[in-house]
């Protein structure tokens, strides 16, 4: 019995080393594609034809407290922060009033790789308004409604 054992182990064994050492049917690429550019947008994003004068304001707004971090348009930018026009800030998950406290409060990281969000300095509930505003209408504009 313990030969039979024995040789089960060491046939298993062997078996294992071949199947490591076979090449793969599937031939691999040495070309591997570049590694997204730190900054660069995340997602492409389609502006309407106009902005509500509201947005128009508000976009302003965001150009100024949160592009640095969410990108142009709210795209976002790789290795910094994720793009706002995306299904997960549509207004059914992340209503209105989530943005007023991401920009009051800061925000823990829960949804992306990016780490937590500091609050920002200086914006009044009512420039949030405006910037939510702006990011709404770009949301619509995309189909996230």
Not at 65 to 77: K, L, M, P, T, V
Not at 88 to 101: K, L, M, N, T, V
Not at 124 to 137: F, K
């Amino acid at each position: 019995m313990q030969k039979l054992t024995i040789g089960a182990i060491a046939a298993v064994a062997l078996g294992a080393a071949i199947y490591g050492f076979v090449p793969s049917q599937v031939p691999q690429s040495p070309v591997r594609a570049p590694a997204a550019e730190t900054g660069a947008p995340l997602v492409p994003v389609a502006l309407p034809a106009a902005f509500s004068d509201n947005a128009t304001i508000g976009q302003r707004a965001f150009d100024a407290n949160c592009a640095a971090c969410h990108g142009a348009n709210a795209a976002g930018r790789q290795g910094v922060a994720p793009p706002l026009v995306h299904k997960i800030y549509e207004p059914s998950h992340h209503g209105d009033e989530a943005f007023q406290r991401a920009a009051a409060l800061g925000a823990r990281a829960h949804h992306w790789p990016f780490g937590d969000m500091a609050p920002v300095a200086g914006l009044t509930r009512g420039d949030v308004a405006l910037i939510v505003t702006y990011v709404r209408e770009l949301q619509r504009e995309n189909g996230i409604n």
